[in-house]
């Protein structure tokens, strides 16, 4: 299984940014929990949002975490094996390294995307 994640970049404050996340390999997509991480500066990288797969009674609910609620959201399209994180108000310190993570009985990651936030 592998994740390609894309659509990082330099945006200023306030701006916004799509990330995507492409899944591959022998892997059931719909049916596992996709999410995203982020690691900024300094810190532990911390859980940004997840969404529910198919097979669960909250199929596409989105959890959210701290100051990203209200900001972020996460969406996923299974016929195109694909899990997306849009981005807004973004702030300088949402600059970091961006992963996106599988869940199917074993977690698979990304490489991680590149936000920086100018101020």
């Known amino acids: 299984v592998q994740l390609q994640a894309s659509g990082g970049g330099l945006v200023q404050a306030g701006g916004s940014l799509r990330l995507s996340c492409v899944a591959s390999g022998r892997i059931s997509f719909s049916r596992s929990h996709m999410g995203w991480y982020r690691q900024t500066p300094g810190k532990q990288r911390e859980l940004v949002a997840t969404i529910s797969p198919l097979g669960t009674t909250n199929y596409g609910t989105t959890n959210y975490v701290g100051s990203m609620k209200g900001r ?11 899990a997306y994180l849009q981005m807004n108000g973004l702030q300088p ?3 970091g390294v961006y992963y996106c993570i599988l869940r199917s009985g074993a977690d698979y990651w990304g490489q991680g995307t590149q936000v920086t936030v100018s101020s």
């Not at 972020?72 to 694909?82: E, G, L, V």
Request: no cysteine; aromatic share 8%.
């Open 93 to 95: 310190d949402d600059t």
């Open 72 to 82: 972020f959201t996460i969406s996923r399209d299974n016929a195109k094996n694909t």
